[in-house]
């Protein structure tokens, strides 16, 4: 349901109950004369989601206001600022390390976002064919990387510590790190996205950045490496839920049970 209208029927829901509420309220704990200004009070249903009110003289101005049952406290919308590379800036795809560059392309927008670098086509092609050289002679290949082995690259390549490796993430989790100014990292299933502009089928181990969400459409806004049109490419929070999944280093491998994690990074400190 779309968040407008849910809120819509939140407050709906919350005038309907509220004399309801006040009725019980006052044969539990007195009379409603002890409620103060402001005050919020969690109404119990049967059946139904917990609602908390915010009793009249609340801080917001409002008569009466409803908060959206087990929604963590999160801006409604968020769009970082950064820089997009495709994983084949100039479409080589015929190329291997930039047919298998997404890994590359998502850790170089994700640093150089953080270090306030300029990314243009160039420079992009260069450092993917760097960083793939340099796994090939380091670890003997240079296609799929697992979210670990993309935090540990982080820290062998480029030097970065301001990286985190967190399992067993929900999309929640990926919103509080975007709301947190943190970028994301995500390894998903490309098949199950079903982008337009992928070489059909599509990736089956694919690396993307997520930079922000937008809750009014209920979408995620990413960077998509496996497109040149991949720049801010919208995909919707359940999409996103159900092709999140992570994969281990090698060549189109998976693992025997799921596993979805995310790697965030953070502005460096100047």
């Known amino acids: 349901m779309p968040v407008k209208l849910r809120r819509v029927l939140y407050a709906a829901l919350a005038v309907f109950f509220f004399p309801v509420f006040l009725a019980v309220y006052s044969q539990k704990y007195g009379t409603s004369d002890s409620l103060q200004d402001g005050e919020i009070v969690h109404l119990e249903q049967s059946g139904n989601e917990d609602l908390d009110f915010v009793l009249p003289g609340g801080t917001s101005g409002e008569a009466m206001a409803i908060k959206e049952p087990n929604s963590p406290n999160l801006p409604f919308k968020v769009l970082l600022d950064v820089p997009f590379t495709s994983q084949a800036p100039f479409g080589d795809w015929d190329d291997p390390r930039q047919q298998n560059g997404c890994e590359e392309a998502s850790m170089l927008m994700a640093v150089y976002w953080s270090r306030g670098m300029e990314l243009p ?59 947190e100014n943190k970028v994301v990292i995500l390894p998903i299933n490309g098949q199950k996205v079903k982008n337009p502009y992928y070489i059909p089928p599509g990736p089956t181990n694919h690396k993307i950045v997520v930079v922000g969400y ?14 040149g049109q991949g720049k801010n490419f919208r995909y919707s929070y359940k999409i996103i839920e159900n092709a999140m999944e992570d994969y281990p280093t090698g060549l189109h491998e998976k693992y025997a049970v799921k596993k979805v994690s995310m790697v965030t990074v953070e502005k460096e400190t100047k």
């Open 121 to 179: 086509p160039r420079i992009a092609r260069e450092e993917i064919e760097k960083m793939s050289d340099f796994h090939l002679t380091q670890h003997g290949h240079f296609h799929d990387q697992s979210n670990a082995d993309v935090y540990s690259f982080l820290r062998e390549y480029f030097n970065f510590e301001k990286a985190a490796f967190v399992e067993k993430i929900t999309i929640v989790d990926i919103k509080q790190a975007l709301s």
């Open 214 to 227: 937008d809750d009014e459409t209920e979408e995620f806004i990413t960077h998509d490496p496996g497109t």
